[in-house]
């Protein structure tokens, strides 16, 4: 069992930064998907944003790309999303999620393990 926690969120203003973090109970292998998704209420949750295991490459969102930045220290067990620009749209819950699958689609059903959520409220 893989237990994921979330911290950083809160209630900013539009135009400002956050970065989240994520804490992973297993060391983050390359063999592994790390993303984050987003659910803001109403709407189903979408993938925010990618590490495949395997290869460089990033997946971003279109709606988050150029804002948004993906990130992990494998050292400290440590996904992170640093987040600028903020607009009253990124509202939702964030959540950190692993797939055992190297290099998983976003789609939620593909990912294993979930965190708890942290909430992001942007202000206009």
């Known amino acids: 069992q893989v237990q994921l926690e979330e911290s950083g969120g809160g209630l900013v203003q539009a135009g400002d930064s956050l970065t989240l973090s994520c804490v992973v109970s297993?060391?983050?292998?390359?063999?592994?998907?790390m993303a984050w998704f987003r659910q803001a209420p109403g709407k189903v949750r979408e993938a925010v944003a990618a590490?495949?295991?395997?290869?460089?490459?990033?997946f971003y969102a279109g709606s988050v790309k150029g804002r948004f930045t993906i990130s992990e220290d494998s050292a400290r067990n440590e996904l992170y999303l640093q987040m600028s620009n903020l607009k009253p749209e990124d509202t939702a819950m964030y959540y950190c999620?692993?797939?055992?699958?190297?290099?998983?689609?976003?789609?939620?059903?593909?990912?294993?393990?979930w965190g708890h959520g942290t909430q992001v409220t942007v202000s206009s």
């Open positions: 999620t692993l797939s055992n699958l190297p290099s998983a689609t976003m789609v939620e059903s593909n990912f294993d393990f």
């Open positions: 297993r060391r983050i292998f390359r063999t592994y998907t």
């Open positions: 590490i495949p295991g395997i290869g460089n490459s990033r």
